[in-house]
């Protein structure tokens, strides 16, 4: 079973037309790591690798274990972190801003790393959410296969949905390796994306202090 917040995050972003595409296989985690070892170990055999090495014997358990327990565990909604989440009994209304989360996720077109750093904004309305839970749920979608842009509008939606307001700002600030270490090798660029809502999205001013 789904916690309350896990399944309303979920359906939010399936309305939006934000969820992640999947299909459900049925496979249950531990045949998913038992599948994928197999497949790569067909993948390094196909490289040339010889798998009976030391060093090399493990990986393709590793790589099964890495990637359906660790970098791609957010696929899963049973990993969604717990919210705790508190009435705005102070009657808070200015902006809560987190700044410099770190963001390590996967590129979904080549399966190697986006690193990068967060900044969210939200003005509380009737709650406040526990400030380690913003960075918890930037892991949880951080730890799916991804395009950025999809990334910061699945943060956006996913705080929307728990503090209950369209007032919520997302901006991220990543290298892709895709594009440093493979493919047109740009060591410098840095892509910026940013999903803004309610206030942020028409009121300049929040907008700017936001960015600021
Ligand atoms: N919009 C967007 N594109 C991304 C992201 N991550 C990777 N890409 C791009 O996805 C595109 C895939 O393009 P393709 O031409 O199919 O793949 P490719 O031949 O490997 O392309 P190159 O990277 O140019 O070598 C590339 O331009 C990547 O830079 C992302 O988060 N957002
Ligand atoms: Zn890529």
Request: net charge negative.
């Amino acid at each position: 079973m789904l916690s309350k917040e896990a399944a309303a995050v979920r359906e939010s972003l399936i309305e939006h037309g934000l969820e992640t595409p999947m299909v459900d296989n049925g496979l249950s985690r531990a045949e998913k790591r038992e599948r994928i070892q197999g497949l790569m170990a067909e993948v390094a055999g196909t490289l040339g690798l010889d798998l009976s090495d030391d060093s090399l014997i493990d990986t393709p358990a590793r790589i099964a274990k890495m990637y359906v327990d660790e970098i791609f565990c957010g696929l899963d909604y049973n990993e969604f972190p717990k919210i705790a989440q508190i009435e705005n009994k102070m009657k808070l209304e200015e902006m809560v801003k987190v700044r410099d989360i770190g963001v390590l996720s996967t590129c979904e077109h080549h399966f190697v790393t986006i690193d990068g750093i967060a900044k969210i904004a939200y003005l509380p309305k009737d709650t406040i959410i526990g400030l380690s839970k913003i960075n918890r749920i930037v892991r949880f979608f951080a730890q799916r296969p991804q395009v950025q842009e999809r990334l910061t509008q699945q943060i956006m939606v996913a705080l929307q949905t728990l503090l209950e307001t369209d007032d919520v700002a997302v901006h991220i600030d990543a290298t892709h390796y895709c594009v440093k270490a493979r493919g047109v090798m740009d060591e410098q660029s840095q892509t910026e994306t940013l999903a803004l809502g309610g206030v942020f999205k028409t009121d300049p001013i929040r907008r700017a202090e936001f960015m600021a």
